[in-house]
């Protein structure tokens, strides 16, 4: 017997099913720049709580589908009981490869809502937070082997610097990835609190803004949540149907950058500033989004997370 579908509704709020487990960023704003046809395919790149794959298989027919992507085994728990939901335990940046493989050459939308889930954040085992104490971990897909014990214990001074400046911003980085390396084999860091004790005497600034930087920073590192990103936004164009669009939600500077290069020039590079210069190729997407979207008044009083989300959103040609 078939399984029933969820029920069409005309609202863009979440359902109660994800409330413990992520809050959706921007879904009324998302869910409106996919610009939803009842009988299109449609890709969720980051599942999570499933809240935005909800609302969109409200906007969806009975012969719309949806293809949702996870690399953390803790999302299965949020799956609807749905036959037009396919879901894949992978990571996005496959997206092209598991598509095929299930049948599918072209698909109408993409959405990722980049970064980390509420979930993982509040699960201490998983080291993503500063607020427990628990080993380092901060792997997404736990089938992976490096994890961010990995990093600090085997990095070069010049790798961990690189790391923390790009990724977390961390002022004194150098000073940092330096301390790593000299005191990594007499203090013991294979812990939270551990790594914490072992840098507190060169945090600069409040301590907790300090952490959450090289936290930041270490599980991006861990994820490649950037090499990531590039190889998914290269493969969108070949995916996306004339007239579908793909919608990013970012919460760094990087990631922000990255897909603004992407799809103003289908690269990633910022342009050269060379007057003569005339050999641009033809964009393949037409931007629908000039600046990105921010959440508004009412969704930051309910959801803090949602203070540094900026959304892109541009059309296949």
């Known amino acids: 017997m078939a399984k029933k579908q969820q029920p069409r509704r005309n609202e863009t709020s979440s359902t109660g099913d994800d409330a413990g487990y992520h809050v959706p960023v921007l879904l009324a704003e998302s869910m409106e720049a996919l610009n939803i046809r009842p009988d299109g395919i449609y890709v969720d790149c980051t599942f999570g709580g499933g809240g935005h794959s909800r609302v969109i298989l409200q906007h969806l027919g009975p012969k719309g589908r949806l293809v949702a992507f996870d690399q953390d085994e803790d999302a299965r728990q949020n799956l609807p009981d749905d036959d037009r939901l396919l879901f894949v335990p992978h990571n996005f940046r496959y997206l092209q490869r598991f598509l095929r493989l299930n049948g599918i050459t072209e698909v109408d939308g993409i959405l990722a809502d980049l970064g980390v889930s509420s979930h993982q954040f509040d699960e201490a085992d998983r080291g993503f937070s500063t607020r427990f104490d628990a080993a380092l971990d901060m792997r997404m897909d736990r089938r992976q082997e490096l994890t961010a014990l990995d990093i600090i214990s085997t990095y070069t001074e010049l790798q961990l610097h ?156």
């Open 162 to 317: 690189k790391l923390f400046e790009q990724y977390g911003e961390v002022t004194n980085a150098k000073t940092l990835a330096r301390t790593i390396v000299q005191r990594r084999t007499n203090v013991p860091m294979k812990t939270i609190e551990g790594f914490k004790q072992a840098i507190r005497d060169i945090v600069k600034g409040n301590p907790h803004k300090y952490f959450a930087q090289v936290f930041q920073a270490l599980r991006m590192e861990v994820n490649d949540e950037t090499g990531a990103l590039k190889d998914m936004l290269q493969q969108s164009p070949k995916l996306l149907r004339p007239g579908g669009r793909v919608a990013i939600i970012s919460f760094h500077s990087i990631e922000d950058r990255l897909v603004k290069n992407f799809f103003r020039r289908g690269s990633f590079e910022e342009p050269e500033e060379n007057p003569f210069a005339n050999n641009e190729p033809e964009p393949e997407f037409n931007i629908i989004t000039r600046k990105p979207v921010t959440a508004g008044d009412e969704e930051l009083k309910r959801n803090p997370r949602s203070r540094s989300a900026k959304l892109r959103v541009a059309e296949k040609r």
